[in-house]
C-alpha cells in the first residue's frame, strides 16, 4: 500500500476541499462557505501555515478552548471538519476569522433593486469585534454582522410597517418561495 505524503489522512478531505477554486463544482454551498474558502485561496494558505495559526487559536484564552491534549485535539479536529463542510454558519466562519486573526473584516453588499436602484450597506469586525459575544443570554441585545447588515438594508429599503408587511406576505404567498401549502 502506498501512503500519501504530507497530510494525515483524517485531515485530506478537509485538505482537498481547501484546495478546491472556488469557480469548481463541489456542490451547493453558502455564501459564508463560499468566502471562506475564497480567503483561503486568495491568502494561498500553506497546511503549515494553518497549522502554526491554529495551534495560537488554539492556546489563545479568548477561544476558550478547553487546555488539555485531549480537549484541544477534540477542537482542532472539530473545527477543521467545521470549516471544510459545504453549509457554514456565523459562528464557524468567525471561528475561522479567529484562526487567520485579521486586523479588520469589512462586509460589503451592494444590491440592485427591480426599480434599477442601488443601495450600498457596510459593517466591519475588528479583532476585538472577532471575540465579542453576541445575543446570547448574558448578552441578549448584540446582534452579529449579519443581524446588523440585514437592519441596515431595512431601514433604506422599507418605508413603513405596512411596505414590510406586504413585502413578506408577498414572498410567503410565492410559490417558488416553499412556503405555500399545497
Known amino acids: ?4 505524503q504530507g497530510i494525515p489522512a483524517r485531515f485530506r478531505k478537509a485538505e482537498e476541499l481547501r484546495r478546491n477554486t472556488v469557480n469548481e463544482n463541489t456542490g451547493p454551498m453558502n455564501l459564508l462557505s463560499l468566502m471562506f474558502r475564497e480567503i483561503r485561496n486568495d491568502l494561498v494558505i500553506t497546511p503549515l501555515f494553518w497549522d502554526t495559526r491554529l495551534n ?19 477542537e482542532r479536529s ?5 470549516l471544510a463542510r459545504q453549509e457554514m454558519t456565523l459562528h464557524n466562519f468567525i471561528r475561522g ?3 487567520l486573526r485579521p486586523i ?26 472577532l471575540y465579542t459575544e453576541y445575543h446570547n443570554a448574558k448578552y441578549p441585545h448584540r446582534l ?5 447588515l440585514f437592519l441596515d438594508i431595512k431601514s433604506k429599503v422599507i418605508v413603513d410597517d405596512a411596505d414590510w408587511e406586504n413585502r413578506v406576505n ?3 404567498n410565492e410559490p417558488v418561495n416553499g412556503f405555500v401549502e399545497k
Not at 56 to 74: A, E, F, H, I, M
Not at 144 to 148: A, G, K, P, T
Open 1 to 4: 500500500m502506498i501512503k500519501r
Open 56 to 74: 495560537q487559536y488554539l492556546k489563545d484564552p479568548r477561544n476558550q478552548v478547553v487546555q488539555t491534549s485531549r480537549g484541544r485535539s477534540t
Open 78 to 82: 472539530n473545527l477543521n471538519r467545521e
Open 97 to 99: 476569522m479567529r484562526v
Open 104 to 129: 479588520n473584516l469589512k462586509f460589503m453588499l451592494l444590491i440592485e433593486h427591480r426599480d434599477k436602484t442601488r443601495t450600498s450597506h457596510v459593517d466591519e469586525i475588528d479583532e476585538i469585534d
Open 144 to 148: 452579529n454582522i449579519l443581524h446588523r
Open 170 to 172: 408577498k414572498y410567503v
